[in-house]
């Protein structure tokens, strides 16, 4: 079955310090891939989304994802934090062996200190 | 904002008594889903609907049951609900492999 793995279920950085989140899926045929956040007692509003045209994508609020075939990654990144984007974050894939699909991750969950 | 309602948006209940949650959805979108959403596990898929009356189950499905009479709503029953049921639940809509559009969720306390 189609899954995604989010590598460290909180992360905590500095305001102005660069953001990393992983995200890896297992698909044999690349799916479409996703980010999205969720702020407290909210539903989920979506970053952005890998779709087979460009690998870098850019999303917004500043941040932006890689899809890396050879690797099954599509980490979200931002190179500046605000404490605005103190959330959590779900990645999330459809489409490629699993069907239509929306399959999530256990997402993680960013703090940012100031 | 995509136009997707639950309903309700909070509630307690009783162990072993059944419960529907509802979802309704303007955009006219064939797929429907329910998750449920616990600490550490992220978004697990319920049920998961692609058309009128058509449906299926997902990764947790034991103890929910769903309809889908019209296109816009999507109700989730909790035959007889568990205490391992409560849950923030959300309801999305969707247009095949694209993204996914959210409610705002309903929690759900059994008790």
């Known amino acids: 079955a189609q899954s995604v793995t989010q590598l460290g279920s909180h992360v905590s950085v500095s305001e102005g310090a660069l953001v990393l989140l992983r995200c890896n899926y297992s698909s044999s045929v690349p799916p479409y891939l996703f980010w999205y956040v969720q702020y407290p007692n909210q539903g989920l509003q979506l970053l952005l989304k890998?779709?087979?045209?460009?690998?870098l994508v850019k999303g917004i609020n500043g941040f932006e994802a890689e899809f890396k075939k050879s690797e099954t990654s599509f980490h979200l990144t931002k190179p500046s934090a605000h404490m605005s984007d103190a959330a959590e974050y779900f990645c999330?894939?459809?489409?490629?062996?699993?069907?239509?699909?929306?399959?999530f991750g256990a997402g993680t969950r960013l703090f940012v200190k100031a | 904002d995509a136009g997707i309602t639950q309903s309700p948006r909070h509630k307690v209940t009783e162990t072993g008594t059944p419960v529907t949650l509802r979802c309704h959805q303007t955009?006219?979108?064939?797929?429907m889903y329910w998750y449920r959403q616990d600490p550490g596990h992220g978004l697990r898929l319920i049920h998961y609907s692609y058309g009128v009356k058509d449906t299926d189950k997902g990764e947790v499905s034991d103890g929910y049951s769903v309809s889908r009479s019209k296109t816009e709503d999507f109700l989730l029953t909790l035959e007889s609900a568990t205490s391992s049921q409560t849950s923030v639940y959300f309801c999305a809509i969707s247009e095949g492999t694209k993204e996914a559009f959210f409610g705002q969720g309903t929690r759900l306390t059994v008790v």
């Open positions: 890998y779709t087979s045209a460009a690998t």
């Open positions: 955009e006219n979108h064939r797929y």
């Open positions: 999330a894939v459809s489409g490629g062996t699993g069907g239509f699909k929306t399959i």
